[in-house]
């Protein structure tokens, strides 16, 4: 079986694939658009990339974070980001249909960083969660470039455990660590 955990952004989207047997997973980013670039031309790029990294690796389970709720609007996030993020969740579940991929699950952005990050208090600011899950790759031996990278192998390594009750080789051979939030 082969996995692709994908943390939606017309900016840079981050993607980490892992296949059973791998030592390590896949992973990098896209950037689906400029700002401006329409939405069309955004969900299209995304449909290309996805379809150039299956022809590589052929990922028959997808795991996406979910898109942010209308009532959870805050800071940065406006409108129009709610849009292009929904669309581009809807375009992922569109591509998914149109190559035979059935298992597709959207996880909850709080649920993953809660398991790969720890506890964290309310109020920890967006950033500094972004901060941290690049911390925490670098402690399980991952060197993403950008945040987007790290949070896909954040969902990715949540994913697995959660959903797929599978252990990958970058938490079994992983020694005691304290967690990065409060208990």
Not at 45 to 58: C, F, G, I, S
Not at 98 to 117: D, K, P, S
Request: net charge positive.
């Amino acid at each position: 079986m082969t996995y692709l955990a994908l943390d939606l952004s017309k900016r840079r989207t981050g993607f980490a694939a892992w296949q059973r047997g791998d030592a390590r997973p896949v992973y990098g980013h896209w950037v689906l658009g400029s700002e401006y670039a329409s939405q069309g031309e955004t969900f299209a790029r995304l449909h290309e990339k996805m379809a150039e990294l299956r022809a590589v690796v052929k990922f028959q389970n997808i795991y996406l974070e979910q898109p942010i709720h209308p009532a959870s609007l805050t800071g940065q996030t406006n409108i129009d980001t709610l849009r292009v993020l929904s669309g581009l969740a809807a375009h992922v579940h569109s591509f998914a249909a149109a190559v035979g991929i059935r298992q597709i699950v959207e996880v909850n952005i709080a649920t993953w960083r809660r398991h790969f990050l720890g506890k964290m208090p309310r109020a920890t600011k967006t950033a500094q969660l972004k901060r941290m899950a690049l911390e925490r790759c670098r402690q399980i031996g991952f060197t993403p470039r950008f945040d987007d990278e790290a949070e896909a192998i954040g969902i990715l390594d949540f994913a697995l455990d959660f959903h797929e009750h599978v252990t990958p080789p970058w938490r079994a051979q992983e020694v005691l660590r304290p967690a990065l939030g409060v208990a």
